[in-house]
C-alpha cells in the first residue's frame, strides 16, 4: 500500500500539459507498506540508491551519500541488538 500526502499542492492541467502553480512551499510524504522487494545499487558515481517495491506495483526510490547509509546500517545493527522485533 503506497500513501501519499501532498501540502499546499496546486497544479495546472492545460491541453495535456501540467504545470506548477502558487509558490515552492510544497512538501510530501510518501509511505509504502508491505513491502515485498528491496534492492541497493549504484546511483552516479557518489551515492547509493535504496528501491522498494510492492506486490501492486508501487515503487519508491531512495537516493542517499555513503555516509547517511552507513548511519542507516548502524541503526539497524542497534536495533538487531536492542529491539524484539528482530527476535
Known amino acids: 500500500m503506497l500513501a501519499l500526502t501532498l501540502e499546499e499542492f496546486m497544479l495546472e ?11 515552492n ?4 510524504t510518501v509511505k509504502l507498506f508491505d513491502v515485498d522487494g528491496a534492492e541497493a545499487r549504484e546511483f552516479g558515481d557518489k551515492r547509493v540508491k535504496l528501491v522498494f517495491d ?33 527476535e
Open 13 to 23: 492541467l492545460n491541453d495535456g500539459a501540467i504545470k506548477n502553480i502558487g509558490p
Open 54 to 86: 510492492d506486490e501492486d506495483g508501487n515503487e519508491v526510490q531512495v537516493s542517499l551519500f555513503p555516509e547517511d547509509i552507513e548511519k542507516l546500517v548502524e541503526d539497524i545493527e542497534d536495533l538487531q541488538e536492542n529491539s524484539a522485533v528482530f
Open 25 to 28: 512551499n510544497k512538501e510530501a
